[in-house]
């Protein structure tokens, strides 16, 4: 049986200015990120990470160095856990999206067409992508504790692709930055055991 743990970034730039960064890189991680990436890389110390894997963005390569060198384990880069593709959302703020285009975040979790003409990546190719690396790192790195760095919407399709959860669900689910989302593969049987882990003390403020 192969564990995957999936962690989202550190607090960014683009997390407290509520802007849509999408695949825009060079948005560093806030001094509250960098805590809370030092603080999960001691959390999941226990749990013996073989191998690290990393999004190229920038927010999520920083948490994963940080990990990395908690741990004494190296990571790789790979493209399959990248953040969302905005299209032409990225850069926006969260205010003006919705006052001007509504809900695009339901509209992609329905898989509605409409985010394809502004170059929205879909929640479809999304799921792929990341059903891909889980099933990847399972056969690769058998009966071992992987840790994906990687972004909130490629946690939640992997959630979605595990248990069945409406779109509206998972529009209002939130995973945390720097939370662990824990999942078992055994035999290609995939089981969730956890989403949004971290330290109680976090767990206990508002992490949104």
């Known amino acids: 049986m192969t564990t995957i743990i999936l962690l989202r970034h550190g607090q960014a730039l683009n997390n407290t200015k509520r802007i849509l960064a999408g695949r825009s890189d060079g948005i560093n991680l806030t001094s509250e990120g960098i805590n809370q990436a030092k603080n999960i890389a001691e959390f999941i110390k226990p749990l013996n990470i073989s191998t690290i894997y990393s999004s190229p963005i920038k927010r ?34 969260y205010e003006k ?12 979790y329905e898989g509605d067409p409409e985010i394809r003409h502004y ?15 889980v099933n990847f790192v399972s056969h690769k790195h058998s009966n071992q504790k992987i840790l994906l760095v990687t972004h909130m919407d490629p946690i939640k399709a992997m959630i979605s692709n595990i248990v069945d959860i ?7 689910l939130v995973v945390a930055n720097a939370s662990l989302t824990i999942i078992n593969n055994n035999h290609n049987k995939l089981s969730l055991l ?5 330290n109680m003390d976090r767990f206990q403020q508002n992490f949104i």
């Open 97 to 108: 999206l919705f006052s001007e285009h509504g809900n695009v975040f339901l509209k992609f």
């Open 60 to 93: 999520a390569q920083n948490t994963a160095e940080i990990v990395a060198n908690h741990n004494s384990i190296d990571y790789c880069i790979d493209d399959r856990l990248i953040e969302l593709e905005m299209g032409k959302f990225t850069g926006m703020r």
């Open 166 to 172: 409406t779109p509206h669900s998972l529009f209002e």
């Open 119 to 133: 170059g929205v990546e879909t929640f479809s190719e999304v799921k792929d992508r990341i059903s891909n690396i």
């Open 194 to 198: 956890a989403v949004n882990l971290m």
